[in-house]
C-alpha cells in the first residue's frame, strides 16, 4: 500500500531558526494533509494540499506540493518555542480510498 | 463545537487481561477511526466505520482486536487478551467525509500499558 516517508526524524534548532520537513511518496497523491501533534498531545490538523505546485501559508508556516504530486515539504520561519512537537504528513492509502495513511514524523525541538 | 472524547485516559493491565476503550464522536461525523500509536511513530488505522458499518480493517488483528460502533455514534474498542507489544496510545477519530475533504479529528487518546 501508500506509503510516506518523512525526513528527518528529528530536528534541534534554536529559537529564531528556521525548520523544514519533508515528506516523499513513492507513488503520486490525490492530496498531501499535515498534522501536528505536541508532546503528550492528540494530531492536530493544519492544512491540506489538493493541486500540483500548490504553496499555502499560515503565518509562519508555509506549505508545498511538489509538481509531480509526491513529495510535500513544510517551512517553519523563526521557530518558536510554541512549535515543539512533531509533525506528521498524511497521504491517501490509494486505491480509490481516502483513509489518510501517516508517515512517522518529524519531532522539532527548539532551544530557547 | 465539542471535540472527540475518549475514556479513560491511561489504562494499566497485565498482559492477558483484557481491556475496553470508549470513544464519542464530533456530532454528526458519520466516520469513526481507531488508530494505534506506538512511542516514535505515527498514528497506524486499525478500523474504520462510516456509520455503524466497517469500511476497513485490514490491519486490526482480529485475534485479540474487535471494536463495534453498534448505533453509529459512539463506538468501542477492545483487546483480549492483551500482549505486551499492544503498549501504546490509542486514538479515535471522527471526520464528515467530503470528497478528498476527509480531514480527521483526533481525540486525546488512550494511553495504554501492559506490564
Known amino acids: 500500500g501508500q506509503q510516506v516517508m518523512q525526513i528527518p526524524q528529528y530536528q534541534h534548532v534554536q529559537e529564531g531558526e528556521d525548520f523544514t520537513t519533508y515528506c516523499n511518496s513513492s507513488t503520486t497523491l490525490s492530496n498531501i494533509q499535515w498534522y501536528k501533534q505536541r508532546p503528550g498531545g492528540h494530531p492536530v490538523f493544519l492544512i491540506q494540499?489538493?493541486?500540483?505546485?500548490e504553496v499555502k501559508k499560515q503565518k509562519r508556516l508555509t506549505f508545498q506540493f511538489g509538481e509531480a504530486k509526491k513529495n510535500s515539504s513544510l517551512h517553519i520561519t523563526a521557530t518558536q518555542t510554541t512549535d515543539v512537537g512533531t509533525y506528521f504528513c498524511a497521504g491517501p492509502r490509494g486505491g480509490g480510498s481516502y483513509i489518510p495513511t501517516f508517515g512517522r514524523g518529524t519531532s522539532l525541538i527548539v532551544h530557547p | 463545537e465539542a471535540g472527540v472524547a475518549q475514556s479513560p485516559r491511561y489504562k494499566i493491565i497485565e498482559k492477558r487481561q483484557s481491556v475496553a476503550f470508549w470513544c464519542n464522536p464530533i456530532s454528526g461525523h458519520a466516520t469513526l477511526y481507531w488508530y494505534q500509536q506506538i512511542l516514535g511513530q505515527g498514528p497506524k488505522l486499525l478500523i474504520q466505520f462510516q456509520n455503524n458499518g466497517v469500511v476497513d480493517d485490514s490491519q486490526l488483528p482480529k485475534d485479540r482486536f474487535s471494536a463495534e460502533r453498534l448505533k453509529g455514534v459512539d463506538s468501542t474498542l477492545k483487546i483480549q487478551p492483551a500482549k505486551l507489544e499492544d503498549s501504546a496510545v490509542y486514538l479515535c477519530?471522527?471526520?464528515?467525509?467530503?470528497?478528498?475533504?476527509?480531514?480527521?479529528?483526533f481525540g486525546a487518546g488512550t494511553r495504554l500499558s501492559v506490564l
Open positions: 477519530a471522527s471526520s464528515k467525509v467530503s470528497g478528498s475533504e476527509n480531514i480527521q479529528y
Open positions: 494540499l489538493v493541486k500540483s505546485g
